[in-house]
Nanobody, 133 residues
Framework: QLHLAESGGGLVQPGESLRLSCEASETSMKFHAMGWFRQAPGKEREAISCITSSGGGETNSQNYADSVKGRFTIARDNTKNTVYLQMNNLKPEDTGVYYC??????????????????????WGQGTQVTVSS
């Protein structure tokens, strides 16, 4: 398992941007597909994005939930053991706690679809994002 720590959340107005970061304490993060989830108040946690592993030099693939497609971008920097979520044109319905998670090494689910929660054995503690005017 990886130890993950999210940062970058905050309070923004509709239309503004935020970049979330998720840093792993292990350099082996590059061998793990990574995902971002969010949990809105009173709702279940939902998958919003994932990025495949690239430890073997393979090209990354990404997947997004329809609700964020075209506004959010996931990226990773394996030299910093960090995965990012760039969130643009934020809306009030994007409010929630954002979590990053890591699949088991070698997981390939993200190449074809957003993996469900039970594909991720490692989780961060979450960071709050509030979009409000």
């Amino acid at each position: 398992q990886l130890h993950l720590a999210e940062s970058g959340g905050g309070l923004v107005q509709p239309g503004e941007s935020l970049r979330l970061s998720c840093e792993a304490s292990e350099t082996s993060m590059k061998f793990h597909a990574m995902g971002w989830f969010r949990q809105a108040p009173g709702k279940e946690r939902e998958a919003i994005s994932c990025i495949t592993s690239s430890g073997g030099g393979e090209t990354n693939s990404q997947n997004y939930a329809d609700s964020v497609k075209g506004r959010f971008t996931i990226a990773r920097d394996n030299t910093k053991n960090t995965v990012y979520l760039q969130m643009n044109n934020l809306k009030p319905e994007d409010t929630g706690v954002y979590y990053c998670a890591a699949e088991a090494p070698g997981g390939s689910y993200c190449r074809v679809a957003l993996p469900p929660e039970d594909e991720y054995p490692s989780w961060g503690q979450g960071t709050q994002v509030t979009v409000s005017s």
